[in-house]
């Protein structure tokens, strides 16, 4: 004997020994091996009369009366003589009929049992085939180690195996298999209509033993290493029967389900609960409860495919009554429009307003569903990214809508009221728009997070569609509506706008008379909204020129900035400190912006607000250093009763031409002196002194200083007699030098003091006042409506009393002027309203009317004209840059990496780029290869 | 249930040893679900001292089943005039 662990090399004794030591007792003395074989064809016959008795009483589970010792030695002696294949016929005999009688029975029950029943009924019967041929095998367990083995049979228990499916089960053509999974599947249809089925545990076993029963042409060789491999490899019933009908009557199911569900017209959000519900069903309480691994894919695929795949663009793209994806975002936008309403939401119920809102949960189960079929789900992204640029499309005319209606229960109301009007026009439809969108995408995200897990390609689907739409809506917007549509302009320049408005309403803030918007929004919150904004715009440069624009406008015409404030005539007394205060946080403002904006275009592209921010400090520094100028030289001016005067001094070129083009014009140490504008003399001392403080110290050698009155304010303190009260007048420089006109010329006879301006009482004709300012015509209807006829400022009398000004007009004092606050801020009337190709004016005392007229149309055209510049000039760059570094570069090539370089900012045209080459090439920075016209080279 | 079972020999010499001790013959080890299991008395026809030397490898080889893999194992006995009688028991009770 071995050492354990090595059995392998097992010996094992010569046959001889064996029989002698066994049979010598028993059988015959004769050792012969003759005699023996005769003696063991008698002795056969008696011992399989007890091995068979003995296997009948396993079968009749009477195991405990048999002595296993006895029976194996029966088995072991007939294996040593040779009886083996004998043997292993009689014991399959034996077992077929055995089975052959049990399945008799079985069918006796089959028509008295119920289906439940029979499964149960069933598997008891095979558990104790299982057991009863266990005990057999236990029995014949010599045989299997020799007989079976040396011929490659079937194990004896694997024998009982196969003859219980051949006899049993597929006996009959089938009769019993195909009763069986007709129960099964009947039992599976039951639960899924959604009744519980008490036999589940049943069904498992069931389809267990189907998967015993090996399929692959049994008692051949091949069998036993296949049994030794557990089947793996080989098919069984379960597979060759089963899954067929089962996958084929699921497949049915599936069809007329989802049939079922679109024929009763049910709407989409039911179908996706109920589908979404039936799939988790399916997966978690049925398919994964008693399917195979290998076939739990195959249905759950099938599933998918019918009740998902083929239906759920069918879904997505239902109309809204029938709650299709449309309907599951409509809320988005309804959101949008109602959260407006309710002012200030925190974040917290922002989220819960959006789930009222939105049909989050279906559009979490549709994006689960969407995922089963597709991991990329490109379907989700496409219908999303389809409806995204609908909604987002319809935005502009929902947003005129709302502005209307305000404006019509406004105007209803209380016209007085001092909330922001939303009038039809361009700046308030801009700031809804914007906002609008805003809210709009931050709803998205939010949905994005709860319901579409934050999905990186959908998120990024959701993006480019806002993208797209953001810069598709203006332009096919206006070819849809002919009208006069507010958005004329372009997003970019919308979202200067927007930016505008609110960089004046925090400079303008003051806490006694902050707006509802200012409550509204921080200006993080602008300044976030208006980046985030700025990502989803295509063309960024742009973008960058209406905000320069912008930029220089605030700059020059706030009162905050006023570029020439002049504090006037009768008391020069000064209000500066407030002023100081306001102004440092505007400029802190704008700088905050500008490094926001630099960080997110780079700080190559903002060069040009930049230089004018430069000139901006440069003033400031200039007015500080002006200022301790007269201080430290107080005795040499006193006598001059100098006008105090806050600068801004402004690079003709960095500034935007529309402003800056004919500051030449109002020089009056112009040599044309036609030209010429005539100061107030009450100013002239001031500039004049200035101008010599200017060219000293040789800074400014190179420089010339011009006066530009159509810009700035100045400060004006009036007394009026009766009652006696003064007023702080802040009015544009025209108007103030118009109503310097009014102030008192003569001195009194007696006293050698000035008379008062209400006693002097001057009456001024239109034409005079024309003559006398040299206003250009335009700017100076605009000025004396804003001080004649606008009803909060009505500093003058105008005779006649109409809204137009007209020749022949005559002005005087307006000595009953009254004004509940002591400050009075002159709010110029916009252009359009004092032109005179627009008789009837409608609203005048408004300060928002479109800007449409000439100017308008002048600025538009310049900044136009200046985007193409900017344009030229850095494709001008980008090629240099890119040649420059190639030196011969192909055509297409270069294209492709112009386009690269600049998608950022913009997308330049083929011919755009086309003629930029032509350019450079003329200019001599390229020329064409000789032989390959499509070749730069680069001439360096 | 008892732990052990009793080996009974042809000339009814009796060993009383552990049932997990006897599965390592698959013999043995089958008896259990017969009436040997019940009795748990299982009759050999073999004689005493075979048995003996049986049941003493069966030990043997219950003591030293895991150190199978190092080897650390001492070399089991077998009298020279039992080995061709062992050997066919073993085969008989497929050890």
């Known amino acids: 004997m071995l050492p354990p662990g090595s059995r392998r090399s097992k010996i094992r004794p010569p046959r001889n020994s064996l029989l002698s030591s066994f049979v010598g007792g028993s059988a015959s003395s004769s050792s012969g091996s003759s005699s023996t074989a005769n003696a063991g064809a008698e002795d056969y016959e008696k011992s399989w009369a007890i091995l068979s008795s003995a296997i009948i009483q396993i079968q009749n589970k009477n195991v405990s009366n048999l002595s296993y010792e006895q029976l194996y030695r029966k088995a072991y002696i007939l294996v040593l003589r040779k009886q083996g294949s004998r043997l292993y016929e009689n014991v399959t005999q034996l077992i077929v009929k055995h089975l052959l009688e049990r399945r008799e029975a079985l069918l006796a029950k089959l028509s008295k049992e119920s289906g439940g029943e029979f499964l149960k009924t069933l598997l008891s019967e095979w558990t104790e085939h299982l057991q009863s041929m266990k005990f057999i095998s236990d029995v014949l367990m010599y045989l299997n180690r020799v007989y079976v083995k040396e011929r490659k049979k079937l194990l004896i228990y694997d024998l009982g195996i196969q003859l219980y499916k051949e006899n049993l089960i597929k006996y009959n053509n089938n009769e019993v298999g195909e009763k069986l999974i007709d129960i099964i599947i009947e039992e599976v249809t039951k639960s899924r209509l959604g009744e519980v089925i008490t036999t589940k545990m049943y069904i498992v076993k069931v389809i267990n033993m189907m998967e015993l029963l090996e399929e692959t042409s049994p008692s051949s060789s091949s069998m036993i290493s296949e049994v030794d491999l557990g089947g793996s490899e080989g098919e069984n019933y379960y597979q060759r029967f089963f899954e067929p ?248 320049e919308l979202l200067s706008i927007f930016m505008d408005n609110y960089i004046k309403q925090f400079t303008k803030q003051s806490p006694s008379k902050s707006s509802s918007i200012n409550e509204e929004f921080s200006i993080d919150q602008v300044i976030n909204r208006s980046i985030t904004f700025l990502r989803f715009i295509k063309d960024k440069d742009t973008f960058e020129a209406h905000y320069a624009n912008h930029f220089a406008k605030r700059f020059l015409n706030t009162k905050a900035q006023s570029s020439l404030t002049t504090t006037t005539t009768s008391a020069a007394a000064l209000k500066s400190n407030n002023k100081s205060d306001r102004h440092s946080t505007s400029i802190d403002l704008e700088e905050l912006i500008l490094s926001k904006l630099m960080e997110e275009m780079g700080s190559s592209s903002l060069e040009k607000v930049m230089k004018m921010n430069r000139d901006i400090k440069s003033s400031r520094d200039l007015t500080n250093d002006w200022k301790r100028h007269i201080k430290s030289n107080d005795v040499q001016y006193s006598s001059s009763n100098l006008v105090e005067l806050e600068l801004k001094i402004c690079n003709v070129t960095d500034w935007p031409k529309s402003m800056t083009k004919d500051y030449k014009k109002y020089s009056d140490d112009n040599t044309g002196g036609t030209s010429g504008f005539p100061w107030p003399k009450q100013l002239r001392g001031t500039l004049s002194e200035f101008e010599d403080y200017w060219l000293t110290g040789k800074k400014n050698d190179n420089k010339s200083l011009h006066w530009s009155p159509k810009f700035g304010s100045m400060d004006l303190r009036i007394t009026y007699p009766s009652p006696m009260k003064t007023y702080e007048i802040n009015l544009s420089t025209y108007a103030g030098i118009i109503m310097l006109l009014f102030a008192p010329q003569s001195t009194d006879n007696i006293t050698g003091e000035l008379v008062s301006a209400f006693s002097e009482m001057r009456e001024l004709k239109y034409e005079e006042i024309r003559e006398l300012t040299k206003i250009p015509e335009q700017d100076l209807k605009r000025q004396l409506q804003s001080i004649a006829v606008a009803p909060r400022s009505r500093l003058l009398v105008k005779v006649p009393m109409t809204k137009e000004v007209n020749e022949g007009d005559i002005f005087k004092l307006n000595e009953k002027f009254k004004s509940p606050t002591i400050k009075v801020k002159v709010l110029t009337v916009s252009a359009t309203s004092s032109s005179s190709k627009r008789p009837t004016v409608a609203n005048v005392g408004g300060e928002g009317l479109p800007l449409r007229k000439t100017e308008a149309q002048e600025e538009a055209e310049e900044v136009a004209a200046n985007i193409v510049e900017g344009r030229n000039v850095e494709i001008n760059a980008a090629i240099v840059r890119i040649m420059k570094s190639r030196q011969t570069l192909n055509h297409n090539d270069l294209i492709s990496e112009l386009i690269r370089q600049l998608q950022n900012r913009f997308l330049p045209s083929t011919i755009q780029i086309k003629q930029r080459i032509e350019d450079l090439i003329e200019k001599e920075y390229l020329k064409r290869d000789s032989v390959e016209k499509s070749k730069y080279h680069y001439v360096a | 249930m008892s732990n052990y079972v009793t080996l009974v020999s042809a000339d009814n010499h009796k060993f009383i040893i552990l049932k997990e001790v006897a599965s390592i013959s698959s013999m043995l080890r089958s008896t259990q679900g017969f009436e040997e299991g019940k009795t748990g008395k299982i009759n050999l026809d073999m004689d005493g001292d075979i048995l003996e030397c049986i049941v003493d490898y069966l030990y043997y080889h219950f003591k030293y089943k895991d150190e199978a893999v190092t080897g650390n194992i001492p070399e089991f006995n077998i009298p020279t005039h039992l080995a061709l009688e062992l050997l066919v028991k073993a085969d008989y009770l497929d050890i």
Do not use: C
Request: glycine share 4%.
């Open chain 1, 245 to 492: 009908r089962f996958l084929a009557s699921s497949e049915t199911f599936f069809y007329q389900l989802s049939h079922q569900f679109m024929s009763e017209n049910i709407s989409g959000s039911a179908y996706l609960h109920e589908i979404s519900q039936f799939i988790k069903d399916e997966e978690e309480n049925r398919a994964r409860y008693y399917l195979p691994m290998s076939t739990f894919p195959k249905l759950i695929d099938l599933m998918n495919n019918i009740l998902i795949k083929d239906k759920i663009d069918e879904v997505i793209l239902l109309p809204m009554d029938r709650q299709g994806l449309s309907f599951w975002m409509e809320g988005v936008v309804r959101g949008v429009f109602e959260s407006q309403n309710n002012p200030a939401p925190t974040s917290t119920n922002s989220t819960r307003a959006i789930e009222s809102f939105a049909n989050v949960k279906e559009l979490a189960i549709l994006y689960e569903l969407v995922g089963r079929i597709d991991s990329e789900r490109e379907l989700l992204k496409v219908r999303l990214k389809e409806l995204v640029i609908s909604q987002g499309q319809s935005l502009p005319t929902l947003v005129r809508e709302k502005l209307e209606n305000n404006s019509d229960e406004l105007g209803v109301g209380n016209n007085s009221k001092k909330t922001p009007a939303f009038s039809y026009s361009s700046t308030s439809f801009a700031i809804e728009w914007i906002n609008t969108i805003s809210e709009y995408q931050e709803q998205l995200s939010t949905i994005s997070r709860i319901a579409f897990n934050n999905d990186p390609g959908v998120v990024q689907a959701i993006t480019v569609a806002i993208r797209d739409f953001i810069n598709n809506s203006t332009s096919t917007n206006n070819k849809k509506s002919g009208k006069n549509s507010p958005l004329t302009a372009s997003a970019s």
